[in-house]
């Protein structure tokens, strides 16, 4: 597909997110599996259950495009899973490598939240006001979820994180 349009460009846009949360279905459980904290299986886990939903509310969009969901396969995302994976597989200490799984999952989040923020921008530009609400409720969760990591990660008001136990590794 050329992208000789926004229109287009949102098309494939939605097309690489739809590959993108397809492939992290395949790797929040390994992940869920790899990490040792309770804390951040659970994260995993609940963040799976969600990428379901942004699948469904893609789902959505597509639909009412009348378009297919298959396009091209999301590099970006790829990458960041095998370098996860790379991660996961080095880190030998359990702290460490639920801190290493913690950075990893904040790669992509911060992948998704930028794909997501800006075809939530085209959508609010081609006029399409129902999938700007969508793709905002899925920005919105892809935020929680850092935020969340970065709990897990740095603690709260009565834990410490898991940051601090793997520094004394």
Request: with cysteine; glycine share 6%.
């Amino acid at each position: 597909m050329k992208l000789a349009s926004l229109r287009y460009l949102y098309i494939d846009e939605l097309q690489d997110l739809y590959s993108a949360e397809t492939q992290l279905t395949e790797a929040l459980p390994q992940m869920a599996v790899a990490a040792r904290n309770p804390d951040l299986k659970k994260a995993f886990r609940d963040h799976l259950d969600q990428t379901y939903g942004h699948i469904q509310r893609l789902e959505t969009i597509f639909e009412q495009l009348e378009i297919t969901p298959v396009g091209e396969v999301c590099e970006a995302m790829q990458g960041l899973i095998a370098e996860s994976q790379e991660m996961v597989d080095d880190y030998g200490d359990p702290d460490v490598r639920d801190v290493a799984l913690i950075a990893c999952a904040q790669r992509v989040e911060h992948y998704e939240i930028a794909a997501y923020g800006a075809t939530r921008t085209f959508a609010k530009h081609l006029g399409y006001d129902e999938h700007v609400k969508l793709l905002q409720d899925t920005l919105n969760e892809e935020g929680e979820a850092d935020k969340l990591l970065t709990t897990i990660a740095e603690g709260g008001w009565f834990t410490s994180g898991l940051n601090q136990e793997a520094a004394h590794k």
